[in-house]
């Protein structure tokens, strides 16, 4: 019997030939970046940082108690059953026993560790706890140590159903409630970086009763408004967000960047610490922006071992939902009928910063590529309790520097102290 095919509608036809024309330029992209390394002049180099080349491949605990700080391991489960990991860097000053606990919320495709890649005396989890702070480091639905709920498994469709707003709906409010009830303290202290920032502005939102949990918000980078983004990757995501989103639903993938053992040897083989330049760090540069004069190679290259991290890919198309949107909204589901049934309206809903009353104090890199320093300036005349706004002095700082630059401490972490120590003379 003869089988009749129907003609594609040139509609199809032609966004699936776009669609594949952008994934070959892409790929002549990378394949190019890789031509050149292997031309790349050998080079060694030395770290600013006290850490080695094992760092990537230990978990966020391990790299606490490797560098001799005290541990608590705790959970938390929110009101949608997430079971989410919340470790502790207990205060060692009594000085600071009454101080307000300090929560590190990370940023997309991220974890724990960034708050400890660049080691003791540098990064800001360690500081922190230097000066007496009793520091709280949390994990995201779905990332590498969070990757656990009450009755959903972590490998089907429905538990990687959110985006970020769920997680600064649930994950978020439900951390901090944890947090006061076993500190007995009734207001934290609270440090974002990029999507770490964005989920505290939809907690306090949607639920501004947590402006009252919070003594005062440092948002490193903060990614609300993502118009003018110079990411030639990120770009081209925001672009075809859709038709890939539709795609990865269509082969069964519904999250990105599942964790592999085999990632940080793979990174060894590909990207040679003795190589000046490697593809990975090139493919940093096109996502982030560049800084090689700000840029550790140690670091980075321990960098790889822990990011990225477990995401969803709903988590995704809402980043770039806001580059098309150029407004800070609820997640939008393509149509307006399905708009209707979760909001009752055919366009999410915006989120009114003007509920978001927590003293907010701002970082933002000159040469972010994710987040344009106009985006920061739109979010800072929104805010209703703008303590500062700060850029980095280092015109080349970028998105990634906030975790990992040679001068981070001296340029956004200590200038964070000072600023808590005079709170706290007040």
């Given at each position: 019997?003869?089988?009749?095919?129907?003609?594609?509608?040139?509609?199809?036809?032609?966004?699936?030939?776009?669609?594949?024309?952008?994934?070959?330029?892409?790929?002549l992209v990378v394949f190019s970046l890789t031509v050149v390394e292997i031309n790349d002049v050998a080079c060694a180099h030395d770290s600013n940082f006290a850490i080695d080349e094992t760092d990537g491949t230990l978990?966020?605990?391990?790299?606490?108690?490797?560098?001799?700080?005290?541990?608590?391991?705790?959970?938390?489960?929110?009101?949608?059953?997430?079971?989410?990991?919340?470790?502790?860097?207990?205060?060692?000053?009594?000085?600071?026993?009454?101080?307000?606990?300090?929560?590190?919320?990370?940023?997309?495709?991220?974890?724990?560790?960034?708050?400890?890649?660049?080691?003791?005396?540098?990064?800001?989890?360690?500081?922190?706890?230097?000066?007496?702070?009793?520091?709280?480091?949390?994990?995201?639905?779905?990332?590498?140590?969070?990757?656990?709920?009450?009755?959903?498994?972590?490998?089907?469709?429905?538990?990687?159903?959110?985006?970020?707003?769920?997680?600064?709906?649930?994950?978020?409010?439900?951390?901090?409630?944890?947090?006061?009830?076993?500190?007995?303290?009734?207001?934290?202290?609270?440090?974002?970086?990029?999507?770490?920032?964005?989920?505290?502005?939809?907690?306090?939102?949607?639920?501004?009763?947590?402006?009252?949990?919070?003594?005062?918000?440092?948002?490193?980078?903060?990614?609300?408004?993502?118009q003018f983004i110079r990411s030639p990757i990120f770009r081209w995501v925001a672009e075809n967000a859709s038709v890939l989103k539709a795609f990865l639903d269509k082969v069964g993938i519904w999250r990105l960047f599942?964790?592999?053992?085999?990632?940080?040897?793979?990174?060894?083989?590909?990207?040679?610490?003795?190589?000046?330049?490697?593809?990975?760090?090139?493919?940093?540069?096109?996502?982030?922006?560049?800084?090689?004069?700000?840029?550790?190679?140690?670091?980075?290259?321990?960098?790889?071992?822990?990011?990225?991290?477990?995401?969803?890919?709903?988590?995704?198309?809402?980043?770039?939902?806001?580059?098309?949107?150029?407004?800070?909204?609820?997640?939008?589901?393509?149509?307006?009928?399905?708009?209707?049934?979760?909001?009752?309206?055919?366009?999410?809903?915006?989120?009114?910063?003007?509920?978001?009353?927590?003293?907010?104090?701002?970082?933002?890199?000159?040469?972010?590529?994710?987040?344009?320093?106009?985006?920061?300036?739109?979010?800072?005349?929104?805010?209703?309790?703008?303590?500062?706004?700060?850029?980095?002095?280092?015109?080349?700082?970028?998105?990634?520097?906030?975790?990992?630059?040679?001068?981070?401490?001296?340029?956004?972490?200590?200038?964070?102290?000072?600023?808590?120590?005079?709170?706290?003379?007040?």
């Amino acid at each position: 019997m003869e089988t009749i095919s129907r003609p594609r509608p040139p509609l199809m036809i032609g966004t699936m030939l776009k669609f594949t024309i952008k994934w070959i330029a892409y790929i002549l992209v990378v394949f190019s970046l890789t031509v050149v390394e292997i031309n790349d002049v050998a080079c060694a180099h030395d770290s600013n940082f006290a850490i080695d080349e094992t760092d990537g491949t230990l978990q966020t605990s391990e790299l606490i108690r490797k560098y001799g700080y005290p541990i608590e391991n705790h959970e938390v489960t929110t009101s949608d059953g997430y079971i989410l990991s919340l470790i502790r860097i207990p205060s060692q000053r009594q000085s600071k026993k009454d101080s307000c606990p300090m929560l590190l919320v990370h940023g997309f495709a991220a974890s724990s560790a960034d708050f400890l890649l660049i080691g003791p005396n540098n990064s800001i989890a360690y500081l922190l706890a230097d000066n007496g702070y009793d520091v709280w480091l949390v994990d995201l639905r779905g990332n590498r140590y969070s990757r656990r709920h009450q009755y959903l498994h972590s490998e089907s469709k429905e538990y990687w159903d959110f985006s970020w707003h769920e997680i600064g709906y649930y994950d978020v409010p439900a951390t901090i409630d944890r947090i006061l009830e076993l500190t007995h303290c009734k207001r934290l202290y609270y440090i974002g970086v990029s999507q770490g920032a964005t989920v505290f502005f939809v907690m306090v939102t949607t639920q501004p009763e947590y402006n009252g949990k919070v003594a005062r918000m440092y948002a490193l980078s903060t990614s609300l408004y993502m118009q003018f983004i110079r990411s030639p990757i990120f770009r081209w995501v925001a672009e075809n967000a859709s038709v890939l989103k539709a795609f990865l639903d269509k082969v069964g993938i519904w999250r990105l960047f599942p964790d592999n053992s085999a990632h940080y040897n793979i990174q060894k083989i590909l990207c040679p610490r003795h190589k000046k330049r490697t593809i990975c760090a090139r493919l940093l540069e096109l996502l982030y922006g560049p800084n090689p004069r700000g840029t550790d190679k140690l670091a980075q290259y321990v960098y790889a071992g822990h990011n990225p991290s477990e995401i969803s890919t709903k988590q995704v198309l809402h980043f770039a939902q806001l580059n098309r949107a150029e407004r800070f909204q609820q997640f939008d589901y393509g149509h307006d009928k399905d708009n209707l049934i979760h909001y009752g309206s055919p366009t999410p809903p915006v989120y009114n910063l003007t509920l978001a009353t927590v003293p907010v104090v701002i970082y933002y890199g000159l040469n972010d590529w994710l987040i344009h320093p106009r985006n920061v300036i739109r979010l800072k005349n929104e805010l209703v309790n703008l303590v500062s706004i700060n850029a980095v002095e280092d015109p080349d700082f970028n998105h990634l520097d906030f975790v990992l630059a040679k001068q981070v401490r001296s340029l956004v972490y200590e200038k964070i102290l000072k600023d808590l120590e005079q709170l706290e003379a007040q």
